[in-house]
């Protein structure tokens, strides 16, 4: 038996805008921003993700790309006008561009789509290198089984509804 809760969905996905490291990880470009070095220089930065993390991608002496994993400082959500919520990271830069801040939307949107670029596939709100993860994630698994065993105490994932014939009875008598 399955539930909508047990299945996994495992998709692999392979773009011009990748590169793979030495153990295996895909990189993917999430998008550039603008940032002001602190020579008052404006210069694009590209940002990718890998494992979930943002980071930036420097070329090596030997020609490779590196990834640089970014500073999570802190995730936040903003509400827009139809009362819905967006959700953001901002994450600090390196000292060599600038050592700002830049914040990295969570979402997909129409330019994402147009580019068939699934953000939330490639970009975790807290990945599992991040130094909150564990102590986010460690109550995880018991919150999953306690929803496991409620599913199973539900007859046809059902919950049991239980009625009187009194209270069947008591609003048409009262007519």
Do not use: C
């Not at 399955?2 to 299945?7: D, I």
């Not at 940032?35 to 930065?45: E, K, P, T, Y």
């Amino acid at each position: 038996m399955s539930t909508a809760y047990s299945q996994v969905r495992t998709t692999l996905v392979y773009r011009r805008s990748s590169f793979r490291h030495r153990h295996g990880d895909k990189s993917v470009h999430v998008e550039d921003k603008e940032v002001r070095l602190s020579d008052g220089a404006d210069r694009v930065v590209s940002l990718f993700a890998r494992g979930g993390a943002i980071g930036i991608a420097e070329m090596s002496d030997k020609g490779e790309p590196s990834f640089i994993e970014l500073k999570r400082i802190r995730t936040h959500r903003t509400q827009d006008k139809t009362g819905l919520f967006r959700w953001y990271n901002d994450y600090l830069l390196p000292d060599g561009l600038g050592g700002g801040v830049i914040t990295v939307r969570l979402h997909g949107n129409a330019e994402d789509a147009a580019r068939k670029f699934n953000r939330t596939e490639n970009v975790r709100v807290i990945p599992p290198s991040d130094p909150d993860f564990k102590a986010l994630y460690a109550r995880r698994d018991d919150a999953e089984s306690i929803n496991r065993a409620i599913d199973d105490s539900m007859w046809l994932s059902r919950p049991t509804a239980w009625a009187t014939l009194a209270s069947t009875w008591t609003s048409s008598v009262t007519r």
